[in-house]
């Protein structure tokens, strides 16, 4: 009689498995993600999950951290970094997150938003929070660096700005997990590009008329 194999299957693959876990947390949270439903959904048993990656905490956090360097986690980096001006990475960011929040290859939404709203334990809550945070930041340095440049004027606040960007960002991801599809998203990224560019034309009109 064959014996049952134990440990890790010939035919894991590592990255493929933290891809599979990455989606399974995007799309249920962390809490409501058992080390059970990560081995139905990886094809392994808890051994060969444990040996892979650790402790369940443990393969959130290499999640996380493949998500943070995947296309999904960087468009937000990379029009900041490829456009010439803030609005024009603003407008860019919200229209690629209309795309990618209904994208039908993988959970709906941003995985950091998603799981951030549900997440009651303490280290996940904080590293969602520090990771909003960090997107925060790099927008609200980008609009300084434009007031700094005198792309924009002086009157400029950059944290607001960048704060009203983050907010759209949110609701656009819920909206998707409500189940808005692309068009919907499409559209409310239009008038929320509109808005923050009237919103830094009001401030070029003040300081030119001051």
């Known amino acids: 009689m064959a014996t049952k194999q134990r440990g890790r299957p010939r035919s894991f693959d590592r990255d493929e498995a933290l891809e599979k876990a990455l989606h399974a947390f995007w799309q249920h949270g962390y809490e409501a993600t058992s080390v059970a439903d990560l081995t139905r959904v ?63 290859d993988r959970p709906r939404g941003c995985m950091v938003l998603s799981v951030g709203v549900s997440a009651t334990t303490p280290e996940v809550v904080a590293k969602m ?6 997107n925060l930041a790099v927008m609200t340095a980008r609009v300084q660096a434009d007031v700094t440049a005198g792309v924009l004027p ?11 960007a983050g ?18 998203l499409q559209r409310v990224a239009e008038v929320a590009a509109a808005g923050f560019a009237a919103a830094v034309e009001d401030r070029e009109v003040g300081a030119s008329g001051a």
Do not use: C
Request: no cysteine; proline share 5%.
């Open 129 to 134: 929070r520090e990771l909003r945070a960090l």
């Open 154 to 164: 002086p009157g400029t606040d950059p944290e607001k700005l960048a704060t009203y």
């Open 167 to 184: 907010a759209v960002l949110q609701g656009m991801s819920a909206q998707a997990r409500d189940g808005a599809d692309r068009e919907l």
């Open 42 to 104: 990886l094809g392994i048993g808890a051994p060969s999950l444990y040996a892979a990656f650790g402790d369940k905490k443990a393969l959130f956090d290499a999640a996380v951290e493949a998500y943070a360097t995947s296309d999904n986690g960087t468009f937000i980096d990379r029009a900041l970094a490829e456009e010439p001006t803030a609005v024009a990475a603003f407008t860019r960011i919200l229209r690629e997150a209309a795309v990618g929040y209904t994208a039908p």
